[in-house]
């Protein structure tokens, strides 16, 4: 098997272990998140393949999908269900800021790491910055969401008083 599969399984395996530093309390919030970065993801990624500007030469379901279901369908909103479950709300600022700048950064790093030494993605028209800044927005974007949704519950999933 290539090492690409063991890299797609690892990220499974991965993903799933994350779930588990999910608080139980704060589970519909990490359902919320998960979704909603899901339909952003799907219609990012499917229109940054359809473009030309990235490619997944090995990937699950590639009859069905050019872009990646690993990381777009599961890896990417499992992340984002952890950043929002975890968001450090009674935090100044510059936390706040530091926050969303190390999780972009972590998983942009991650993302170059595979795409300069495997077959799993590949940069055609794409440069890691873009990376970084397309999941910064959909953090933001994701973040904003769940504070919309549960605007009404506020105080029980974003620790305030």
């Known amino acids: 098997m290539r090492i690409e599969w063991w890299i797609l399984i690892l990220v499974y395996f991965v993903s799933t272990g994350i779930l ?3 608080p139980k309390q704060k589970i519909r919030l990490a359902v919320v998140a998960f979704l909603f970065k899901q339909i952003i993801t799907f219609l990012i990624g499917l229109v940054v393949v359809e473009l030309g500007w990235l490619e997944y030469p090995i990937r699950l379901f590639p009859s069905i999908n050019r872009a990646s ?3 777009e369908f599961y890896a990417f909103p499992v992340i984002c269900a952890l950043f929002n479950t975890r968001y450090p709300n009674n935090r100044s600022a510059q936390i706040k800021l530091s926050y969303y700048v190390l999780f972009c950064s972590v998983m942009t790093v991650v993302e170059v790491m595979i795409e300069k030494y495997t077959e799993l993605i590949t ?3 794409w440069e890691w910055y873009f990376t ?3 999941l910064f927005i959909t ?10 949704f549960f605007l009404n519950e506020k105080a029980i999933y974003f620790n305030e008083e």
């Open 139 to 148: 953090f933001y974007l994701s973040r904003l969401f769940c504070l919309w």
């Open 132 to 134: 970084w800044i397309s």
């Open 20 to 22: 588990f530093f999910i």
């Open 69 to 71: 279901f690993t990381f």
């Open 123 to 125: 940069y055609v028209h």
